[in-house]
């Protein structure tokens, strides 16, 4: 079955560190993946996304991810993070077989400043 | 703003009721998915609709029942409700392309008492 899995839970940081946050999916047939970010009492916005090509996608805010299909994995990456990227990161993918989006469990990001 | 609005954005109500969650998807797009977002079990997919027709259906309860207007609106009925039914429910929309990304409306959140 397909499914997207996020590792880390919750993760605490402070301003100007780097970020990286992993996503692993399942095999599945194609798969477009996506990051999403949720503030506190928001709905979800798309970060960026990855279809084909290029394996590193950069999005909004200063993100980026790496699409590594030997691993499975399209990590989401920030060199320098703010105070203002607290919140929670869901990783997603659309799987060609499936005709839904399938979300991780999300990590909870926490920036001290 | 994303273009995808639901209504209403709060509703509370009492267990055994039925309610209905409206989302309206953003122009031109024709699929609508619904998720509910609850503290302990993430954002689960519900169900999928393609310009009217049922594409998807997740962990959706039989109390549960959804459909898509000619119109392109969605509706998601919840009835006999229960307290554990209380969480953020999403609607998102996505353009007329395979497995692409979607946009998320802001939600209803729903407290059963």
């Known amino acids: 079955a397909q499914s997207v899995s996020q590792h880390n839970h919750h993760v605490i940081l402070s301003e100007a560190a780097s970020l990286e946050l992993g996503c692993n999916y399942s095999?599945?047939?194609?798969?477009?993946l996506f990051w999403y970010v949720q503030y506190p009492g928001q709905h979800l916005q798309l970060l960026l996304k990855y279809f084909s090509g290029d394996p590193l996608v950069k999005g909004i805010k200063g993100f980026e991810a790496e699409f590594i299909k030997s691993k499975f994995s399209f990590n989401l990456r920030k060199p320098s993070v703010q105070w203002s990227d607290t919140a929670e990161y869901f990783c997603?993918?659309?799987?060609?077989?499936?005709?839904?989006?399938?979300f991780g469990s999300g990590t909870r990001l926490s920036i001290r400043p | 703003d994303s273009g995808v609005t639901q209504t209403p954005k709060h509703l509370i109500t009492a267990t055994g009721q039925r309610v209905t969650l409206r989302c309206s998807p953003r122009s031109g797009d024709l699929s609508v998915y619904w998720y509910q977002q609850s503290l302990d079990q993430g954002l689960q997919f519900l169900i999928h609709?393609?310009?009217?027709?049922?594409?998807a259906k997740g962990n959706i309860l039989e109390r549960f029942s959804a459909q898509q207007f000619p119109d392109l609106h969605s509706e998601l009925n919840l009835s006999s409700l229960e307290l554990g039914d209380s969480a953020l429910y999403f609607c998102?929309?996505?353009?007329?392309?395979?497995?692409?990304?979607?946009?998320f409306g802001q939600g209803t959140r729903l407290t059963v008492v």
């Open positions: 609709y393609y310009n009217g027709e049922e594409r």
């Open positions: 998102a929309s996505s353009p007329p392309k395979e497995n692409t990304e979607a946009f």
């Open positions: 997603a993918g659309a799987y060609s077989s499936a005709s839904k989006i399938i």
């Open positions: 095999y599945g047939g194609t798969v477009n």
